[in-house]
Protein backbone atom coordinates (compact mmCIF):
# COMPACT_ATOMS: atom_id res chain seq x y z
CA UNK A 1 0.00 0.00 0.00
CA UNK A 2 1.45 2.64 -1.22
CA UNK A 3 2.13 6.01 1.83
CA UNK A 4 0.56 9.07 1.66
CA UNK A 5 2.17 11.82 0.79
CA UNK A 6 3.78 14.46 3.72
CA UNK A 7 0.80 16.23 5.56
CA UNK A 8 1.25 20.69 5.79
CA UNK A 9 -0.63 22.94 7.85
CA UNK A 10 -0.71 26.33 7.47
CA UNK A 11 -2.59 29.18 9.05
CA UNK A 12 -3.42 32.17 7.38
CA UNK A 13 -3.83 30.31 4.03
CA UNK A 14 -6.19 31.53 2.41
CA UNK A 15 -4.33 34.81 1.01
CA UNK A 16 -1.44 36.54 0.25
CA UNK A 17 1.47 34.89 1.70
CA UNK A 18 -0.21 31.92 3.16
CA UNK A 19 -2.45 31.44 -0.12
CA UNK A 20 1.06 31.31 -2.10
CA UNK A 21 2.97 28.89 0.31
CA UNK A 22 -0.10 26.78 0.31
CA UNK A 23 -0.08 26.38 -3.80
CA UNK A 24 3.79 25.89 -3.86
CA UNK A 25 3.55 23.01 -0.91
CA UNK A 26 0.71 21.62 -3.13
CA UNK A 27 2.39 21.73 -6.42
CA UNK A 28 5.56 20.23 -4.55
CA UNK A 29 3.59 17.55 -3.50
CA UNK A 30 2.17 17.49 -0.41
CA UNK A 31 -1.28 17.51 1.35
CA UNK A 32 -2.13 20.67 2.67
CA UNK A 33 -4.11 21.66 5.52
CA UNK A 34 -5.38 25.10 4.82
CA UNK A 35 -6.27 26.96 8.22
CA UNK A 36 -7.86 30.45 7.94
CA UNK A 37 -10.78 32.74 9.75
CA UNK A 38 -12.64 33.33 6.16
CA UNK A 39 -14.11 30.44 4.68
CA UNK A 40 -15.19 32.13 1.88
CA UNK A 41 -12.19 32.45 0.95
CA UNK A 42 -11.38 29.43 1.50
CA UNK A 43 -13.72 27.74 -0.24
CA UNK A 44 -12.28 29.62 -2.99
CA UNK A 45 -8.65 28.51 -2.59
CA UNK A 46 -10.43 24.85 -2.54
CA UNK A 47 -12.18 25.76 -6.23
CA UNK A 48 -9.05 26.98 -7.67
CA UNK A 49 -7.06 24.31 -6.06
CA UNK A 50 -10.13 21.37 -7.05
CA UNK A 51 -8.25 17.62 -7.71
CA UNK A 52 -5.22 18.88 -5.29
CA UNK A 53 -4.53 17.49 -1.61
CA UNK A 54 -5.74 20.43 -0.14
CA UNK A 55 -7.94 19.85 2.71
CA UNK A 56 -9.68 23.35 4.09
CA UNK A 57 -10.16 24.59 7.69
CA UNK A 58 -12.32 27.07 8.81
CA UNK A 59 -11.10 28.40 12.28
CA UNK A 60 -10.07 31.69 14.33
CA UNK A 61 -6.65 31.71 15.90
CA UNK A 62 -7.95 34.04 18.50
CA UNK A 63 -9.87 31.00 19.93
CA UNK A 64 -6.06 29.68 20.96
CA UNK A 65 -7.71 27.58 24.15
CA UNK A 66 -9.37 25.47 21.40
CA UNK A 67 -6.01 24.26 19.71
CA UNK A 68 -5.48 20.99 21.44
CA UNK A 69 -9.12 19.63 20.03
CA UNK A 70 -8.19 20.92 16.97
CA UNK A 71 -5.18 19.32 16.03
CA UNK A 72 -6.18 15.91 17.74
CA UNK A 73 -9.33 16.09 15.53
CA UNK A 74 -7.19 16.83 12.96
CA UNK A 75 -4.92 13.89 12.91
CA UNK A 76 -6.80 11.61 13.85
CA UNK A 77 -8.97 11.87 10.53
CA UNK A 78 -5.95 12.57 8.44
CA UNK A 79 -2.97 11.53 9.57
CA UNK A 80 0.29 12.79 11.70
CA UNK A 81 1.28 16.66 10.47
CA UNK A 82 4.70 16.56 9.86
CA UNK A 83 4.65 20.50 8.23
CA UNK A 84 3.78 23.43 10.50
CA UNK A 85 3.99 26.95 8.88
CA UNK A 86 2.45 29.74 11.23
CA UNK A 87 1.61 32.24 8.80
CA UNK A 88 -1.39 34.14 10.30
CA UNK A 89 -0.92 37.55 11.95
CA UNK A 90 -3.10 40.70 12.65
CA UNK A 91 -1.25 44.50 12.12
CA UNK A 92 -3.50 46.35 14.39
CA UNK A 93 -2.47 50.17 14.74
CA UNK A 94 -2.38 52.72 17.47
CA UNK A 95 -0.26 54.31 19.86
CA UNK A 96 0.60 53.01 22.77
CA UNK A 97 -1.16 55.29 24.98
CA UNK A 98 -4.33 54.52 22.56
CA UNK A 99 -4.17 50.50 22.50
CA UNK A 100 -6.56 49.25 24.15
CA UNK A 101 -6.07 45.77 26.32
CA UNK A 102 -8.19 44.14 23.74
CA UNK A 103 -6.30 45.08 20.84
CA UNK A 104 -3.25 44.07 22.71
CA UNK A 105 -4.61 40.84 23.56
CA UNK A 106 -6.08 39.49 20.06
CA UNK A 107 -2.66 40.45 18.53
CA UNK A 108 -0.61 38.82 20.92
CA UNK A 109 -3.03 36.07 21.04
CA UNK A 110 -3.00 35.52 17.01
CA UNK A 111 0.40 36.30 16.36
CA UNK A 112 2.26 34.85 19.30
CA UNK A 113 0.14 32.64 21.85
CA UNK A 114 -1.52 30.16 18.33
CA UNK A 115 1.98 29.64 17.06
CA UNK A 116 3.62 28.38 20.20
CA UNK A 117 -0.28 26.39 21.28
CA UNK A 118 0.11 24.49 17.71
CA UNK A 119 3.83 23.88 18.22
CA UNK A 120 3.01 22.19 21.51
CA UNK A 121 0.20 20.51 20.21
CA UNK A 122 2.17 19.27 17.51
CA UNK A 123 5.69 18.33 18.50
CA UNK A 124 4.96 14.84 20.00
CA UNK A 125 2.89 14.60 16.69
CA UNK A 126 6.06 15.06 14.80
CA UNK A 127 8.14 13.54 17.34
CA UNK A 128 6.37 9.90 16.89
CA UNK A 129 6.87 9.94 12.83
CA UNK A 130 9.98 10.37 13.18
CA UNK A 131 10.53 14.40 12.79
CA UNK A 132 9.30 17.68 10.95
CA UNK A 133 10.01 20.92 10.48
CA UNK A 134 8.52 24.10 11.36
CA UNK A 135 8.36 27.79 10.02
CA UNK A 136 7.05 30.73 11.38
CA UNK A 137 6.29 33.91 9.81
CA UNK A 138 7.54 36.62 11.70
CA UNK A 139 8.82 40.01 10.12
CA UNK A 140 11.27 42.29 9.52
CA UNK A 141 9.68 44.28 12.86
CA UNK A 142 10.89 41.97 14.91
CA UNK A 143 14.21 43.62 14.40
CA UNK A 144 13.56 47.32 13.30
CA UNK A 145 9.81 48.40 14.85
CA UNK A 146 7.79 51.15 13.76
CA UNK A 147 5.90 53.74 15.55
CA UNK A 148 2.35 52.81 16.10
CA UNK A 149 2.40 49.38 16.59
CA UNK A 150 3.77 47.99 19.56
CA UNK A 151 1.06 44.99 19.88
CA UNK A 152 2.76 43.95 16.27
CA UNK A 153 6.48 45.02 17.07
CA UNK A 154 6.48 43.12 20.59
CA UNK A 155 4.50 39.82 19.13
CA UNK A 156 6.80 39.35 15.92
CA UNK A 157 9.71 39.93 18.10
CA UNK A 158 8.46 37.60 21.13
CA UNK A 159 7.72 34.72 17.51
CA UNK A 160 11.56 35.28 16.44
CA UNK A 161 12.77 34.38 20.25
CA UNK A 162 10.26 31.55 20.65
CA UNK A 163 11.33 30.20 17.67
CA UNK A 164 15.29 29.91 18.72
CA UNK A 165 13.90 28.45 22.05
CA UNK A 166 11.63 26.20 20.16
CA UNK A 167 14.32 24.96 17.73
CA UNK A 168 17.12 24.02 20.67
CA UNK A 169 14.07 22.11 22.48
CA UNK A 170 12.90 20.26 19.26
CA UNK A 171 16.06 18.86 17.66
CA UNK A 172 16.69 15.87 20.20
CA UNK A 173 13.27 14.75 18.24
CA UNK A 174 14.72 15.73 14.52
CA UNK A 175 12.36 18.92 14.42
CA UNK A 176 13.85 22.04 12.65
CA UNK A 177 12.37 25.21 13.91
CA UNK A 178 12.83 28.50 11.84
CA UNK A 179 11.36 31.75 10.72
CA UNK A 180 11.01 33.59 8.15
CA UNK A 181 10.49 37.75 8.27
CA UNK A 182 9.18 39.80 5.55
CA UNK A 183 9.63 42.93 4.61
CA UNK A 184 6.73 45.05 2.62
CA UNK A 185 5.30 42.32 0.33
CA UNK A 186 2.31 43.50 -2.10
CA UNK A 187 -0.61 41.30 -0.42
CA UNK A 188 -4.47 41.78 -0.70
CA UNK A 189 -3.78 42.45 3.29
CA UNK A 190 -2.44 46.05 2.92
CA UNK A 191 -3.83 47.98 -0.16
CA UNK A 192 -2.87 51.10 1.31
CA UNK A 193 1.28 50.81 0.77
CA UNK A 194 0.15 50.82 -2.93
CA UNK A 195 -0.42 54.76 -2.75
CA UNK A 196 1.29 57.70 -3.83
CA UNK A 197 3.44 59.21 -2.58
CA UNK A 198 3.71 56.66 0.36
CA UNK A 199 5.09 54.19 -1.82
CA UNK A 200 7.51 56.01 -3.92
CA UNK A 201 8.73 57.28 -0.79
CA UNK A 202 9.18 53.76 0.95
CA UNK A 203 10.48 52.08 -1.91
CA UNK A 204 13.93 54.51 -1.41
CA UNK A 205 14.68 52.87 1.60
CA UNK A 206 14.15 49.83 -0.30
CA UNK A 207 17.55 48.74 -1.78
CA UNK A 208 16.19 46.47 -4.50
CA UNK A 209 13.51 49.16 -5.18
CA UNK A 210 10.65 47.52 -4.91
CA UNK A 211 8.04 45.69 -2.58
CA UNK A 212 8.12 41.92 -2.37
CA UNK A 213 5.98 39.32 -3.70
CA UNK A 214 4.02 37.05 -2.02
CA UNK A 215 5.30 33.88 -4.23
CA UNK A 216 9.30 34.93 -3.22
CA UNK A 217 8.36 34.25 0.16
CA UNK A 218 6.74 31.34 -0.50
CA UNK A 219 10.05 29.95 -1.74
CA UNK A 220 11.88 30.49 1.16
CA UNK A 221 9.53 28.84 3.27
CA UNK A 222 9.47 25.81 1.43
CA UNK A 223 13.40 25.30 1.14
CA UNK A 224 13.29 25.42 4.98
CA UNK A 225 10.82 22.95 4.83
CA UNK A 226 12.42 20.59 2.91
CA UNK A 227 15.69 18.16 3.16
CA UNK A 228 17.63 20.77 1.87
CA UNK A 229 17.40 22.71 4.34
CA UNK A 230 18.21 19.17 6.60
CA UNK A 231 20.77 21.12 9.22
CA UNK A 232 18.80 24.77 9.39
CA UNK A 233 17.49 25.29 12.68
CA UNK A 234 17.13 28.13 14.81
CA UNK A 235 17.59 30.73 12.19
CA UNK A 236 15.10 33.93 11.06
CA UNK A 237 15.89 34.79 7.52
CA UNK A 238 15.01 38.49 6.52
CA UNK A 239 13.06 38.76 2.99
CA UNK A 240 12.94 42.17 2.84
CA UNK A 241 14.89 43.48 -0.51
CA UNK A 242 17.65 44.43 1.29
CA UNK A 243 15.95 46.97 3.76
CA UNK A 244 17.50 46.22 6.98
CA UNK A 245 21.47 45.32 5.63
CA UNK A 246 21.56 48.35 3.98
CA UNK A 247 20.18 52.07 3.57
CA UNK A 248 21.51 53.39 -0.13
CA UNK A 249 21.60 56.88 0.89
CA UNK A 250 21.97 58.35 -2.83
CA UNK A 251 18.44 56.09 -3.62
CA UNK A 252 17.36 57.46 -0.21
CA UNK A 253 18.23 61.04 -0.88
CA UNK A 254 17.10 61.93 -4.35
CA UNK A 255 14.40 64.61 -4.98
CA UNK A 256 11.80 64.12 -7.37
CA UNK A 257 12.81 66.91 -10.81
CA UNK A 258 16.27 67.45 -9.72
CA UNK A 259 19.00 65.84 -11.43
CA UNK A 260 22.40 65.03 -9.71
Not at 60 to 80: F, K, T, W, Y
Not at 140 to 152: D, E, G, L, P, Q
Not at 169 to 197: H, K, L, M, W
Amino acid sequence: MRASPSLALVTGAAQGIGRAITRRLLHNGRRVIALDMAADKLAKLADEQAGQNLITCPFDLARAGEIPRLIRERVDRHGPITALVNNAGIWPGGAIVDLTDETWNRALTVNLTAPFALMRALAPVMADAGGGAIVNIASRNAFRSSTNFAAYDASKAGLVALTRTAAGEFARYRIRVNAVCPGVISTPGDTSIEAQPFKAAYLKQIPMGRYGQSEEVAGVVCFLLSDDASYITGESITVDGGQIACQDNRRFMEIPGLKA
